[in-house]
């Protein structure tokens, strides 16, 4: 496969630009956005230093403080909360555990409550409730997968069980949906594709079928999309490209036109991604147009894990991957 270069396209990444973006993103608590985002706010720190460090910063942030926060975050039940005094819920957990991962600082928390809170929200046919209420969700499968192999702990519950619930949740284009006869969504394949490869049981997909409808998803702009008839959108380069690089497919994309249509979405004065250009930039689609150009092979950032989503460097630390993935 051919090097990437920068001056191969007409737009460079503003890596400073975007460095500034994500270091001020803590600034703004005399904005209302920053108080109605206040239950995702463990979310925004995994998604902030994910982006800083697959930009090769991470030193933007403060390590202690940032786990300070997160221990602070969890809740009696064992779970994390979406902010210090919230509901827990798996999707903050696995953020959570995330954070302390990249802060390696995983030590300082109780795991065996963890694994408590994670493994009770298994149920019987396998699948995952992301909490008390009990909605399920592939979504929630593979949270609570992720969780508790990163804690080393998958034997607190019944993988050949969710597995199964996984591949009932299949469909006949090779895709995966958030339930039962759901329809495929490029979100929950990643989800049910990351899953299955934390379980090593990637035997369970079609890669051929599931690759062209992943492929099938690169619109003639280089953008990708989520579903079929749906618009481009940069997170998608993150839920299909790491997909198609899981499942060894990621040569069937175009990857020059989808790096232009990446760094298209940047917002070259205020740093920061958007979904599509023009759009208002946030820092959930700043840490997916960073990660598509990682799997992408674009100069000057570090690896991100597919499986993971998580800087390459610090899953090998915890010494859990269990293949190389191509990157391009
Ligand atoms: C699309 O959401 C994305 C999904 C459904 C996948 C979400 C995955 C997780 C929460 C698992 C954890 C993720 C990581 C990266 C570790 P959307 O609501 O934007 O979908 P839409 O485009 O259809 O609106
Ligand atoms: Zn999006």
């Known amino acids: 496969m051919s090097e990437i270069k920068v001056e191969q396209f007409p737009v460079k990444l503003e890596t400073?630009?975007?460095?500034?973006?994500?270091?001020?993103?803590?600034?703004?608590?005399?904005e209302l956005e920053y108080w109605l985002t206040e239950a995702l706010r463990l979310n925004g720190i995994y998604w902030g230093v994910t982006a800083a460090c697959i930009l090769k910063h991470p030193e933007i942030y403060d390590f202690k403080e940032m786990t300070k926060f997160i221990l602070s975050c969890q809740n009696e039940d064992g779970g994390f909360g979406g902010c210090t005094d919230h509901d827990s819920h798996l999707l903050y957990t696995l953020s959570a555990i995330q954070v302390l991962v990249i802060c390696d600082t995983?030590?300082?928390?109780?795991k065996d409550k963890v694994v408590e809170y994670v493994s009770k929200l298994q149920n019987p046919d396998g699948s995952f409730s992301g909490d008390e209420w009990g909605e399920v969700d592939t979504r929630f499968s593979y949270c609570a997968l992720s969780c508790l192999k990163m804690l080393h702990r998958l034997d607190a519950v019944d993988v050949p069980k969710a597995v199964e619930y996984i591949k009932k949740c299949m469909n006949?284009?090779?895709?995966?949906?958030?339930i039962e006869s759901a329809e495929s969504h490029s979100g929950q394949i990643f989800c049910c594709v990351?899953?299955?490869?934390?379980?090593d049981r990637l035997d369970v997909v079609d890669a051929d079928k599931l690759g062209w409808w992943?492929?099938?998803?690169?619109?003639?702009?280089g953008g990708l999309n989520g579903r079929p008839e749906k618009l481009e959108d940069v997170c998608y380069s993150?839920?299909?490209?790491?997909?198609l690089s899981i499942i060894d497919r990621i040569h069937w994309i175009n990857k020059e036109k989808l790096i232009n249509f990446i760094l298209s979405c940047q917002d070259a004065d205020t740093g920061g991604f958007s979904d599509r250009p023009g759009d208002m930039v946030d820092v959930f689609h700043t840490l997916f147009g960073v990660t598509g150009l990682s799997l992408l092979g674009y100069p000057n950032l570090d690896k991100i894990d597919p499986v993971y989503c998580m800087p390459v460097s610090a899953i090998e630390r915890l010494n859990i991957k269990t293949r190389t993935y191509n990157q391009i």
């Open 238 to 243: 993150w839920w299909v490209l790491s997909s």
């Open 194 to 199: 990351g899953a299955l490869a934390i379980v």
């Open 172 to 178: 006949f284009d090779g895709g995966f949906g958030s």
């Open 214 to 221: 992943l492929a099938e998803r690169q619109l003639p702009n």
């Open 16 to 30: 400073e630009k975007h460095l500034k973006y994500l270091k001020e993103l803590n600034n703004h608590q005399d």
């Open 106 to 110: 995983l030590s300082e928390v109780d």
